[in-house]
């Protein structure tokens, strides 16, 4: 505790320039090196164990690949040995007379030489049978691939052959019947006379596939360019290898050779160093074939990403503390001076001086700063003026306020005297004329008030309807049809009437003959649809409904366009206005609104609704 206590008392007497750049040193170096330090270790575990999975996966590879050939292998040891006509062959006796032996040999030669060709997969076969107690065989020279057991009886994997396994795959051979100047893996399998109990061992039959073959294999599977891929048999020797001259040599005694015999399990990967170089090495028994697959790879071509990855880090985090030092070291040079600048201009803005401006010419975080303070102090003197005039303003809309409410009272008044004159004088006509326009007026001002309910939306609609039809002769009829359910729900004053003054002006007028509107109310879910339809000329119901869309025509549709916003702006942007055509002639706008029924509940919908 006291030591901190000391620490923090140290700083303290420290200059603010000094401060700045140690706080700023250790706010950033050291987290930056915490971070660094953290993603190397996690990112070299992470490509340590993705470097070993992908090498085991191609080891994996490797071994289904050995086994995927010695199957094919063994397949065409099956194809020629369950070939009918062979089959008949080593179920006879042995032939009594030399025909008989010519006779045989050509038949088997004849099968056997069909199965010398390379097969689906492009690996050329080269089988060879040997027949047992045919030294007569050796008589004749027209047949390599036909032989006796006698030709075989010292061979080791002759003598190792087991009596009842499906196949024997043997060590290296160097053929001489099969042909080929390099080594070659043997599948070899016994024969039996599957139609003669009596025969029961007939010969041997070999498949050959050149080394060359499998160390293609070999080279393609590798992990890296330079790594190298070998097959090892239970005593060390080199099966297979890209290397020609390590075929057939035994490494036993190589350092990393003991490591695999003493290694846990049928894989495994470790590093070592070999010939003066550090080097993955990777490993997999083959059980069913007694191999092991032995992978060797250059540390550095499989770690090439993580040493870029290091080597980038050191370079980024010594710029980032050279960068970062040097801006704590400019940071806490010029810091100080602005501020002093900005406390002694506040100073003059307490004293109630607003007319002085921080002049300020580096450009820097402070430029906008002292901008938004020169601003800051031009609008504080700007609303001390507006102040005085807004008292002013509003003693001006009070005496307006009380002026507006005499003037619906006189305009009722000289309304109603009109109507008495009108009865008095036995003119029906401008009496209901008159009130209508009362009434009209009426809904209109509503008391100043800007949502009103949709009986008396619909009734200042009606009013309006009432008037005009005096105006048109009976021209025009109109109808109105309201679910009682409706009246009691809100609306925006001054909807309708717009609207059906647009269908008599641009649909009704310009047509001959007699007109109609059209109002129908009906509640729908928590929504309420009121059409007006007409039986006008008509319009193209798309463009109207583009034109409320796009702002810049609202000079155009200033009325359905006012009415189309009022509307949005109380309720939402999902209710409005929107047109549609009808079959025959005329036009129809629905008008679609909530279903909310008290002033308060209207304006909580508002909010709710601009708040999403």
Same mark, same amino acid.
């Given at each position: 505790?006291?030591?901190?206590?000391?620490?923090? $008392?140290?700083? +303290?007497? @420290?200059?603010?320039?000094?401060?700045?750049?140690?706080?700023?040193?250790?706010?950033?170096?050291?987290?930056? %090196?915490?971070?660094?330090?953290?993603?190397?270790?996690?990112?070299?575990?992470?490509?340590?164990? +993705?470097?070993?999975?992908?090498?085991?996966?191609?080891?994996?590879?490797?071994?289904? &690949?050995?086994?995927?050939?010695?199957?094919?292998?063994?397949?065409?040891?099956?194809?020629?040995?369950?070939?009918?006509?062979?089959?008949?062959?080593? *179920?006879?006796?042995?032939?009594?007379?030399?025909?008989?032996?010519?006779?045989?040999?050509?038949?088997?030669?004849?099968?056997?030489?069909?199965?010398?060709?390379?097969?689906? *997969?492009?690996?050329?076969?080269?089988?060879?049978?040997?027949?047992?107690?045919?030294?007569?065989?050796?008589?004749?020279?027209?047949?390599?691939?036909?032989?006796?057991?006698?030709?075989?009886?010292?061979?080791?994997?002759?003598?190792?052959?087991?009596?009842?396994?499906?196949?024997?795959?043997?060590?290296?051979?160097?053929?001489?019947?099969?042909?080929?100047?390099?080594?070659?893996?043997?599948?070899?399998?016994?024969?039996?006379?599957?139609?003669?109990?009596?025969?029961?061992?007939?010969?041997?039959?070999?498949?050959? &596939?050149?080394?060359?073959?499998?160390? =293609?294999?070999?080279?393609?599977?590798?992990?890296?360019? +330079?790594? $190298?891929?070998?097959?090892?048999?239970?005593?060390?020797?080199?099966?297979?290898?890209?290397?020609?001259?390590?075929? =057939?040599? *035994?490494?036993?005694?190589?350092?990393?050779?003991?490591?695999?015999?003493?290694?846990? =399990? #049928? /894989?495994? /990967?470790?590093?070592?160093?070999?010939?003066?170089?550090?080097?993955?090495?990777?490993?997999?028994?083959?059980?069913?074939?007694?191999?092991?697959?032995?992978?060797?790879?250059?540390?550095?071509?499989?770690?090439?990403?993580?040493?870029?990855?290091?080597?980038?880090?050191?370079?980024?985090?010594?710029?980032?503390?050279?960068?970062?030092?040097?801006?704590?070291?400019?940071?806490?040079?010029?810091?100080?001076?602005? @501020?002093?600048?900005?406390?002694?201009?506040?100073?003059?803005?307490?004293?109630?001086?607003?007319?002085?401006?921080? #002049?300020?010419?580096?450009?820097?975080?402070?430029?906008?700063?002292?901008? #938004?303070?020169? &601003?800051?102090?031009?609008?504080?003197?700007?609303?001390?003026?507006?102040?005085?005039?807004?008292?002013?303003?509003? !003693?001006?809309?009070?005496?307006?306020?009380?002026?507006?409410?005499?003037?619906?009272?006189?305009?009722?008044?000289?309304?109603? *005297?009109?109507?008495?004159?009108?009865?008095?004088?036995?003119?029906?006509?401008?009496?209901?004329?008159?009130?209508?326009? $009362?009434?009209?007026?009426?809904?209109?001002?509503?008391?100043?008030?800007?949502?009103?309910?949709?009986?008396?939306?619909?009734?200042?609609?009606?009013?309006?309807?009432?008037? #005009?039809?005096?105006?048109?002769?009976?021209?025009?009829?109109?109808?109105?049809?309201?679910?009682?359910?409706?009246?009691?729900?809100?609306?925006?004053?001054?909807?309708?009437?717009?609207? &059906?003054?647009?269908?008599?002006?641009?649909?009704?007028?310009?047509?001959?003959?007699?007109?109609?509107?059209?109002?129908?109310?009906?509640?729908?879910?928590?929504?309420?649809?009121?059409?007006?339809?007409? +039986?006008?000329?008509?319009?193209?119901?798309? !463009?109207?409904?583009?034109?409320?869309?796009?702002?810049?025509?609202?000079?155009? %549709?200033?009325?359905?366009?006012?009415?189309?916003?009022?509307?949005?702006?109380?309720?939402?942007?999902?209710?409005?206005?929107?047109?549609?055509?009808?079959?025959?002639?005329?036009?129809?706008?629905?008008? %679609?609104?909530?279903?909310? %029924?008290?002033?308060?509940?209207?304006?909580?919908?508002?909010?709710?609704?601009?708040?999403?």
């Amino acid at each position: 505790m006291f030591p901190r206590l000391a620490l923090l $008392s140290g700083m +303290n007497r @420290i200059s603010l320039k000094y401060r700045l750049l140690l706080y700023f040193l250790m706010l950033v170096i050291l987290p930056t %090196t915490i971070i660094s330090v953290t993603i190397y270790n996690q990112s070299y575990h992470t490509i340590t164990e +993705n470097i070993n999975t992908s090498v085991q996966t191609n080891l994996n590879m490797v071994e289904m &690949v050995l086994l995927k050939k010695i199957e094919e292998m063994d397949e065409a040891a099956n194809s020629i040995y369950l070939n009918p006509d062979m089959i008949d062959r080593l *179920s006879s006796d042995r032939p009594s007379d030399q025909v008989d032996f010519v006779n045989e040999l050509a038949t088997l030669n004849k099968i056997i030489d069909g199965y010398d060709l390379p097969n689906r *997969s492009g690996s050329r076969f080269i089988p060879t049978l040997y027949m047992l107690n045919r030294p007569e065989y050796t008589q004749y020279n027209f047949s390599r691939n036909v032989g006796s057991t006698s030709e075989i009886e010292d061979e080791k994997w002759y003598a190792k052959l087991p009596p009842k396994a499906q196949y024997t795959i043997s060590s290296l051979q160097a053929p001489s019947k099969a042909g080929g100047s390099g080594y070659s893996i043997r599948l070899a399998k016994r024969l039996f006379g599957l139609k003669n109990v009596t025969i029961p061992f007939v010969g041997v039959l070999t498949i050959d &596939v050149d080394i060359s073959e499998f160390a =293609g294999m070999l080279d393609q599977l590798k992990p890296s360019v +330079n790594s $190298s891929v070998m097959i090892l048999d239970g005593q060390a020797n080199v099966l297979v290898s890209p290397d020609l001259s390590m075929i =057939g040599r *035994s490494i036993a005694s190589a350092p990393y050779v003991h490591d695999i015999i003493r290694g846990v =399990g #049928q /894989t495994g /990967t470790f590093e070592q160093s070999i010939s003066g170089k550090e080097m993955l090495v990777s490993y997999r028994e083959i059980g069913s074939l007694g191999w092991t697959v032995v992978s060797m790879s250059p540390v550095g071509d499989l770690n090439g990403k993580l040493i870029a990855f290091r080597r980038t880090m050191y370079i980024v985090l010594v710029l980032c503390m050279v960068i970062a030092a040097l801006i704590a070291v400019l940071l806490s040079n010029n810091i100080t001076n602005p @501020i002093r600048k900005f406390i002694k201009s506040m100073s003059y803005a307490q004293e109630g001086n607003y007319d002085i401006q921080i #002049q300020y010419k580096r450009k820097d975080e402070f430029t906008q700063l002292f901008s #938004q303070y020169n &601003v800051m102090l031009k609008q504080t003197k700007e609303l001390i003026k507006r102040l005085y005039f807004s008292e002013n303003k509003k !003693k001006e809309a009070e005496l307006q306020a009380l002026q507006a409410q005499i003037n619906p009272h006189f305009l009722y008044n000289t309304l109603d *005297s009109i109507n008495w004159i009108a009865l008095r004088h036995n003119v029906p006509d401008v009496s209901h004329m008159v009130t209508s326009l $009362s009434d009209f007026f009426r809904y209109s001002l509503n008391k100043g008030k800007n949502i009103i309910s949709i009986e008396d939306e619909i009734r200042q609609a009606e009013s309006y309807l009432s008037i #005009q039809k005096i105006r048109f002769n009976d021209r025009l009829g109109y109808e109105i049809h309201a679910e009682p359910e409706v009246y009691g729900y809100q609306a925006v004053k001054l909807i309708l009437q717009p609207l &059906v003054e647009n269908a008599l002006i641009h649909g009704i007028e310009r047509r001959p003959g007699n007109g109609y509107i059209a109002i129908t109310a009906t509640k729908r879910g928590d929504r309420i649809e009121i059409d007006i339809e007409d +039986n006008g000329v008509g319009a193209d119901s798309e !463009k109207l409904n583009a034109m409320l869309r796009d702002e810049g025509n609202q000079d155009k %549709t200033f009325g359905i366009f006012n009415v189309d916003q009022r509307i949005k702006q109380v309720f939402g942007p999902e209710f409005g206005i929107e047109y549609r055509n009808k079959d025959e002639p005329g036009l129809i706008v629905t008008v %679609t609104l909530p279903a909310t %029924t008290t002033l308060v509940e209207a304006k909580d919908f508002a909010e709710n609704d601009h708040s999403r």
